[in-house]
């Protein structure tokens, strides 16, 4: 049995019956159009983003297959650490470096397993803006901050006075 070409399908009787890329016309005349610009009711399915796949061979163990979400995991769990021994800002650095690692990663490798979330420009922009502000804030603690930003002392002491 094959499709008739306005978009129908033959059913088990012979009779012509509306196919699933059969759409309406602009007044609504079945049969006219060849599919619908709408997305469906029903989602089904969620698609991968991309460079969502697995980051090693299939075979491989299942940590091995999601290496650079665990490598940035496992350096933001040793800023945590850092952070819990009264290292706050050294702590707080290495968490910065994790999220913008885990931006470098995001850029280089076509796949990085989950830690494709989203699409990868929103994922870079995201991982590398959360990161770099860590690391800005991290910077400019207070007491002694490592980094002083004129711009910024002359904006709290205008707020504050």
Not at 42 to 63: H, L, M, Q, W
Not at 79 to 97: H, N
Not at 128 to 135: F, Y
Not at 156 to 161: I, K, S
Request: aromatic share 6%.
């Amino acid at each position: 049995m094959q499709a008739e070409p306005g978009g129908s399908e033959p059913d088990r009787d012979g009779k012509a019956r509306p196919g699933p890329d059969a759409g309406s016309g602009p007044e609504g005349e079945p049969g006219r159009g060849a599919s619908s610009r709408r997305p469906p009711r029903v989602t089904r399915d969620t698609a991968r983003p991309e460079g969502g796949g697995r980051a090693a061979p299939g075979r491989a163990p299942a940590p091995a297959r999601q290496w650079p979400l665990l490598a940035v995991l496992g350096m933001t769990g040793l800023g945590l650490l850092v952070v819990a021994f009264d290292a706050f800002r050294i702590g707080t650095i290495i968490i910065g470096l994790a999220m913008i690692g885990g931006a470098v990663l995001r850029w280089s490798l076509p796949s990085v397993g989950m830690l494709a979330v989203r699409s990868r420009f929103t994922d870079i922009f995201t991982y590398g803006g959360l990161g770099l502000a860590i690391l800005l804030l991290a910077l400019m603690a207070q007491p002694h901050p490592w980094l002083k930003i004129p711009f910024l002392d002359d904006v709290l002491h205008f707020t504050v006075q």
